[in-house]
């Protein structure tokens, strides 16, 4: 059973930084990222990579967000920097990988149970 560990949320002044962490038991993630939930609106994606470290970011965070992933460790990385009051959300981290189900291949999605970021203005 894949389990998503995160790491990292708190509560931080606008314009600090933050560093997100999220540790998957299991391996062979196609894709690894987080998502963001604000209150009152829709889970999004901020960020995500791939295991051959191609990456893709959300317009609102792009040059002051950067993802990481050590395949070895199963372990991906969100660097926050420059953040904004606006960054204020809950963070999940998901996990994608092809499975053999019913005997065909689909993509299954694990998510963690998301860390509160909170930032002041």
């Known amino acids: 059973q894949v389990q998503l560990v995160e790491s990292g949320g708190d509560l931080v002044q606008a314009g600090g930084s933050l560093r997100l962490s999220c540790a998957a038991s299991?391996?062979?993630?196609?894709?690894m990222g987080w998502y963001r939930q604000a209150p009152g609106k829709q889970r999004e994606l901020v960020a995500s990579?791939?295991?051959?470290?191609?990456?893709n970011f959300a317009d609102s965070v792009k040059g002051r967000f950067t993802i990481s992933r050590d395949n070895a460790k199963n372990t991906v990385y969100l660097q926050m920097n420059s953040l904004k009051p606006e960054d204020t959300a809950v963070y999940y981290c998901?996990?994608?990988?092809?499975?053999?189900?019913?005997?065909?291949?689909?993509?299954?999605?694990?998510w963690g149970q998301g860390t509160q970021v909170t930032v002041s203005s």
């Open positions: 998901n996990a994608k990988r092809r499975e053999m189900e019913s005997g065909w291949y689909t993509t299954k999605d694990y």
């Open positions: 990579i791939t295991s051959g470290g191609s990456t």
């Open positions: 299991g391996s062979g993630f196609n894709a």
